[in-house]
């Protein structure tokens, strides 16, 4: 009896000991943290990501068909701050995955790293489609937020692959060399961004306009998520004419004759800009999204 009960003990310890070969299984709910993911972990692992590139991050049909990938998954990789509160938990429950239950290190929240912009201030209130009201979640547009998600999936993946854990560094290091290397290659482009007025529709450019020093001096929705109205839009149309702005910035997805709208009463021009790797084609990778975007802002800002 004692030799067959520690031979389970042994087939256990067998069962739950990951094969040399395994990669590690990651899903990520966006493109940017997918890409980062990727270059950290290399082939150490397995990634897919939830939503599109050129979708609304946040109103994203998340297909039935990823309830399969995250009941195999290890780690589960999110944005956080609500972004992903439209469908995650749906996903998570179908799943029904021990291993990306709130206080496991595979449910990354990835924002717990990041110094969040536009932090809520007193009770929360999503009453008035407020739909930011955790604080801004698009913290990934500034890239020394890649550099700390670079290290945080550095850490997680080691701790759930300690075999593998010097090369999630190396992963990690190698990204952040190469993004050094990108931002010593745009500084000219940073130049001819910094304190120039803009505006844009959603706050998501917030992040991007800290890092680059651009000055937006408005937004189309008078909250983030919420539409504009036409008192809003006159305000907008005062400020644009008060600060010199002459330029708006918007994600693919939202209302172009708005914009176009705006653009005709003021004299400025509409600049479509992708939020996410994938948003459009250019934007192949979390270097290039952020190249392009710096490369439409400082052409269109000259
Ligand atoms: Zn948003």
Request: glycine share 8%; hydrophobic share 55%.
């Given at each position: 009896m004692?030799?067959?009960?520690?031979?389970?003990?042994?087939?256990?310890?067998?069962?739950?000991?990951?094969?040399?070969?395994?990669?590690?299984?990651?899903?990520?709910s966006t493109t940017d943290l997918y890409d980062i993911a990727t270059a950290v972990g290399g082939p150490l692992i397995r990634a897919v990501h939830i939503s599109e590139g050129y979708q609304d991050p946040h109103f994203v049909e998340a297909k039935p068909s990823f309830i399969l990938r995250l009941r195999d998954a290890d780690v589960f990789a999110f944005v956080g701050l609500d972004l992903e509160i439209g469908w995650m938990p749906l996903l998570l429950q179908g799943a029904r995955n021990r291993k990306l239950q709130p206080g496991q290190p595979g449910y990354l929240d990835v924002s717990s790293v990041v110094q969040v912009l536009d932090a809520a201030r007193g009770p929360v209130d999503r009453s008035q489609g407020d739909v930011h009201p955790m604080g801004n979640p698009h913290y990934w547009l500034n890239p020394e937020n890649g550099r700390r998600i670079a290290?945080?999936?550095?850490?997680t993946f080691g701790a759930l692959d300690p075999q593998h854990a010097a090369a999630y560094q190396d992963g990690a290091a190698r990204f952040q060399a190469r993004l050094a290397e990108q931002e010593r290659s745009w500084t000219p482009l940073l130049a001819?961004?910094?304190?120039?007025?803009?505006?844009?529709?959603?706050?998501?450019?917030?992040?991007?306009?800290?890092?680059?020093?651009?000055?937006i001096v408005g937004f189309l929705e008078p909250k983030p998520g919420v539409p504009p109205s036409p008192a809003h839009l006159a305000g907008l149309i005062a400020t644009m004419k008060r600060t010199g702005a002459k330029l708006i910035i918007m994600e693919p997805f939202y209302d172009r004759k708005t914009a176009d709208f705006v653009a005709t009463r003021t004299g400025a021009t509409v600049l479509v800009l992708p939020p996410s790797v994938g948003g459009i084609k250019a934007a192949t990778d979390y270097f290039q999204l952020l190249r392009y975007n710096l490369e439409q802002l400082a052409a269109a800002l000259r």
């Open positions: 004692r030799r067959l009960l520690i031979g389970l003990h042994a087939l256990v310890l067998v069962l739950m000991a990951r094969p040399a070969s395994a990669q590690l299984q990651v899903v990520t290290r945080l999936f550095a850490g001819a961004i910094r304190g120039q007025p803009v505006v844009a529709w959603h706050t998501s450019w917030r992040y991007l306009a800290d890092y680059t020093g651009l000055d």
